[in-house]
């Protein structure tokens, strides 16, 4: 699995941060078999909203797009990790079904 994090719109995500996503990536090792790629992106809007987005590439061709907002970025972080492993998980089952 290629993990990619970048910041947007002159965001740069700091040490702490990658550090914070390193170990809830660590929470997905099981289903690191069915990802391909994992793009996030950060983003610090201007009314002090933090935005994260994911794109996930899966083995099998298909795709899938999550975006949270919230005012705390690791708060943020751990609902869109949540929404990153349920959307795995039902992508597994679907393709089991098949």
């Known amino acids: 699995?290629?993990?990619?994090?970048?910041?947007?719109?002159?965001?740069?995500?700091?040490e702490s941060t990658r550090v914070y996503i390193d170990k809830k990536l660590k929470r997905l090792d099981h289903l690191k078999?069915?990802?391909?790629?994992?793009?996030l992106n950060l983003d610090k809007e201007h009314n002090g909203e933090f935005t994260t987005e994911s794109t996930i590439h899966f083995r099998w061709g298909s795709m899938g797009h999550i975006k949270v907002t919230d005012r705390d970025l690791f708060k943020a972080l751990d609902l869109i990790f949540d929404k990153i492993h349920t959307k795995v998980t039902k992508?597994?089952?679907?393709?089991q079904e098949h």
């Open 1 to 14: 699995m290629t993990v990619e994090v970048k910041g947007t719109h002159g965001y740069v995500p700091g």
């Open 33 to 39: 078999v069915h990802v391909a790629d994992l793009h």
């Open 91 to 95: 992508e597994k089952e679907k393709k």
